[in-house]
């Protein structure tokens, strides 16, 4: 098995408390956030060992926020893959959202299509933004679509129905906090887990860089022996 993590997921926390510790609302904090992860994707499209980064930005939990602080997030979502759009295309980045898009706006889920539909000739990295993304409700979405289909559930066929069936090799969580928070569960029963005290906002391709390095030296037996 190949030490180069080819699938990185990150949940992307601590952008609220970093507009705090400015002295600012927390919508700043989601707006630096959006240029950190302009670079992060810009940085690991540029990798070609790296085949797709999966960010947690919108979970299903996240509705219990303020309602000013969500219809802030999902007016900056909707501009950010607008802005980002040429982005995608000059670096061959392929988006692909995973998640219920059932709940967001009409607006927001005809931008959401347009730049998935625009960018799926793209060859090179895949950013896949969790958008109203639980791991338990997509285990749940996945069960219902092939007891529809009157498919047998069986775990090849349970991870086939996902939203997307690429393990993650490496799990990133930024903001301090050591937990999952309902992200790719099944996805990263295998990955290795690397936690950062950095706030999402302030962390940087040379963080990354010295995670990858560090995940390198893992040594990864999936259950086996060396």
């Not at 507009?19 to 989601?30: D, P, S, V």
């Not at 979970?59 to 040429?86: C, D, G, H, I, Q």
């Amino acid at each position: 098995m190949s030490n180069q993590p080819r699938h990185i997921a990150i949940i992307m926390d601590g952008n609220g408390r970093w507009a705090q510790a400015q002295g600012k609302n927390r919508t700043y904090g989601h707006e630096k956030g959006a240029e950190t992860v302009r670079a992060v994707t810009t940085f690991c499209a540029a990798n070609d060992e790296i085949d797709r980064l999966s960010l947690y930005a919108f979970s299903t939990e996240n509705w219990k926020r303020p309602k000013l602080e969500v219809e802030f997030l999902m007016k900056l979502l909707e501009k950010y893959l607008k802005n980002e759009l040429k982005t995608y295309l000059e670096g061959n980045i392929r988006f692909e959202p995973i998640g219920d898009l059932t709940l967001f706006s009409d607006s927001l889920r005809q931008t959401i299509e347009h730049v998935r539909r625009e960018t799926a000739g793209c060859t090179g990295l895949v950013q896949s933004l969790a958008l109203n993304y639980g791991a338990q409700d997509e285990i749940v979405r996945a069960a219902n679509a092939l007891i529809a289909r009157n498919t047998p559930l069986t775990a090849e066929s349970l991870e086939h129905a996902l939203d997307t069936c690429e393990n993650v090799d490496l799990l990133i969580r930024t903001g301090g906090d050591h937990r999952l928070s309902n992200f790719l569960l099944w996805q990263a029963a295998y990955a290795e887990l690397f936690f950062t005290d950095t706030l999402w906002p302030d962390f940087t391709t040379a963080e990354l860089e010295k995670i990858i390095k560090k995940f390198k030296t893992v040594e990864r037996r999936f259950g086996g022996l060396n």
